[in-house]
């Protein structure tokens, strides 16, 4: 069976090790802070200048002056620095996250990535994904393997445009782990139950299939 | 040291000058750290055919939206603007333009404005819609974009404390991209929360020093929330 | 959180790895907020054909200056470096490279190597020396020159309290080109002067946030002064 | 007579105005600090990262880490701010510095300075010199007419390597106050006593005398 979003987020945790600097995504991506394995510390960051995020306030703790990128309300945990977005954007930019986790419309074989306008309806704006795309070596890409109708998100070229020119090399999906390198896909773990027929059939680019695909465990 | 007060009486005071057609950068990020009262001062004024820089344009009737409604604004620099319905309808309808920034490079082209630095390269942007039309060059085998600095007519910003010579200190999140903006004004407007007297704040620990600030006035707040999340007390 | 903790047991690790040919990039104005114990360490450990990007380079027997003695630096980037006679009989002897760079174009490469940033225009030496070979371009009708960022292999850095997540305060003056070093490193190494517990320093008053550095110290200073000026007690 | 040390830095201060932020070099530029008018307050910049320098310190507030631009021991006065040298950098080459004093070997007609080195001398490095003159809008060099042999330092043309090109717009000499436009030097003001002969003869460079040049009054 596909992928639940616990189940991605929890995949994408797999990524993670001690001592991490992470920056986690709207959506599916923030869901991995909740599956940080035991004994593991990572520090969240968050870009509108935050590093060291905290679990959501009480309503006693609530405070106008303390959100994350999403604009939610947050805390910061012990040890948390809090800084300008100049200073937030030279950490991401400089390379100074150890990995960064974002959603995604398209991939291709080339490591692009597509995340933020799709042409013809509003633009509401990159926010910071360029900027963290272009300024991180460990980015995992986390989305469905294909639109809701059988669409592949994984193309020999995304049509979309794009967020970030050849920086993607990891994708997690409802289907599959899979690798970028070398101008092509590589399958590397499949969904529990999932077939490798149908994660060929649902990668539009090229996909190298090994002899044997280990299926995740969870 | 009577040339170093920067503070004025009045927000109509803090606001003079400010003409139709001006570019205008304004700190905040989203809803937190907005100069609230000197955007509604600007609405109150009525200037038009303003550039706004802001990493957004708040939301429908606050912020940096309600400058929207008297379509005040002719051109916004935002990294994202999806929060505002008044916003899209005049996008849609021709009446707003905009340039969508990715956010750190907004954030850096206001610190280069500030800074004296004209144009800088930078990875972001490059192979996308962003990078279209500007130059391209290879540092380390790494292809780069050469994004030109931001610099404003007037720079309106929130701070937390401020003495009267204009050093300022922010709270928390709402730093973001105050300090920016202050350093980016030809005119730079700071409100404040709470008024300290010089030597109040650690000289080390002033985030924007006051040589940046021009006016300053001390006003209150609503600090609206835009994603109110919060968890249950244990 | 095991994984966050940057201290370590002697100086001999907090240089672990640093190899001949190497670059060290270290914070401090003259003698002023030195990592004294991290440039003895080096010294001791007798690495040899470094460059060395710091604003002055200490002087006959202190700071940076010991580095001279056993010829371990093979360039110098500085900005001023006339404190000095051992330099000066190792320029004019050709023993050492030295490539003078504007103070505020280092403290900005500096920053701008730390910040993903390759190369910046600045006014700063258009006309000059320094702009020989530099590409020179007009913005708004004025030359800039275009210089670009620093990277090394090491940052070395002197702060003043630090927690073991690696979050540090500097002491007045002292911060200098501590805070731009610290950003700058492949591997950055601090020496404190007093070590506090998570949560001591509040988190907006932070000038290195930890994720720019990789080992920390607690050492003490000597604290050398220069220019030793006072004025008699009223 | 030639204007002393004391007087030139008395000129200098007459560019002040109440509520400036100045940075003053080493030396000659350093003394204006103490001709600073009555009732005037003005606040100094120091690019080793403090604006607002105070006094020396006594025995008693001496402080190793309280320095500055030329490594003296000072204090800070109180609304003073402490930074980053990238921070006071950004002020000064971002053109928020009201007024920058320094002294000079040579000036010319253009608005070139020379002042960091003497090929064939060792050099020691332009320090901040040449961010303060690219940077500023408002300079004042500082400096004698002519050198102990009797040369000319306001040239037609520099002969050392310059700090700084088509910057410097005043400059106040121990004989004379001239301003530099259109590819000339313009004479202003002459010291007590200095005729417009002894001027005229002592600047190489172009110079324009009004029919009627005022003395300074001390």
Chains 1, 4 share one sequence.
Not at chain 2, 47 to 65: K, P, Q, Y
Not at chain 2, 124 to 148: A, N, Q, S, W
Not at chain 2, 157 to 162: P, R
Request: aromatic residues 6%.
């Amino acid at each position: 069976m596909s992928l639940s979003r616990e189940q991605l987020a929890m995949r994408v945790a797999r990524e993670l090790q001690d001592g991490y600097y992470v920056n986690l995504g709207i959506g599916i991506p923030t869901l991995v802070a909740n599956y940080v394995p035991a004994g593991m510390n990572v520090m969240l960051q968050s870009e509108n200048g935050l590093l060291g995020m905290g679990q959501f306030p009480t309503e006693a703790e609530l405070d106008a002056d303390m959100i994350n990128a999403g604009k939610q309300t947050v805390t910061a945990v012990k040890g948390a620095s809090i800084f300008s977005s100049a200073e937030s954007f030279a950490m991401i930019r400089g390379g100074h996250v150890d990995l960064t986790v974002l959603g995604a419309f398209e991939v291709d074989v080339m490591g692009n990535i597509a995340s933020w306008m799709i042409p013809g309806k509003l633009i509401k704006g990159m926010g910071g994904a360029m900027d963290l795309v272009a300024g991180a070596d460990n980015i995992v890409v986390t989305m469905t393997h294909a639109s809701k109708h059988g669409e592949s998100k994984l193309l020999p070229q995304c049509s979309l445009p794009l967020t970030g020119a050849g920086c993607i090399k990891k994708v997690v999906t409802d289907l599959a782990y899979v690798e970028i390198a070398d101008g092509k896909f590589w399958l590397k773990e499949r969904a529990p139950g999932i077939s490798v027929d149908e994660i060929v059939a649902k990668t539009a680019g090229e996909l190298v299939v090994p002899e044997v695909v280990p299926e995740m465990e969870f | 040291m009577a040339g170093f007060n920067k503070l004025v009486g009045s927000y109509a005071e803090a606001m003079a000058g400010l003409e139709d057609g001006m570019t205008v950068i304004a700190g905040g990020f989203g809803l937190c750290g907005i100069p609230e009262n000197l955007i509604a001062e600007i609405k109150r004024k009525g200037s038009r055919g303003l550039t706004v820089v802001s990493n957004n344009c708040g939301v429908d009737g606050f912020g940096l939206g309600v400058l929207l409604e008297d379509r005040q604004v002719a051109k916004m620099i935002s990294s994202y603007v999806g929060e505002n319905a008044l916003f899209e309808q005049q996008l849609l309808a021709g009446e707003l333009e905009v340039e969508l920034t990715p956010q750190g490079t907004l954030a850096e082209k206001m610190r280069a404005g500030g800074a004296g630095i004209p144009a800088f390269f930078t990875a972001t942007g490059y192979g996308t819609p962003v990078g279209e039309g500007k130059e391209v060059r290879e540092f380390d085998g790494r292809p780069y974009i050469l994004e030109e600095s931001i610099r404003g007519d007037f720079a309106i910003v929130k701070a937390w404390k401020g003495d009267r010579y204009g050093n300022l200190v922010y709270r928390h999140t709402a730093q973001n991209f105050n300090p920016m903006a202050a350093t980016a004004g030809k005119i730079t407007v700071v409100e404040i929360e709470e008024l300290v007297e010089p030597g109040e704040l650690e000289p080390s620990q002033i985030h924007t020093p006051g040589i940046y600030v021009d006016r300053m006035i001390v006003g209150s707040f609503e600090k609206r929330i835009e994603q109110r999340t919060v968890r249950a007390a244990n």
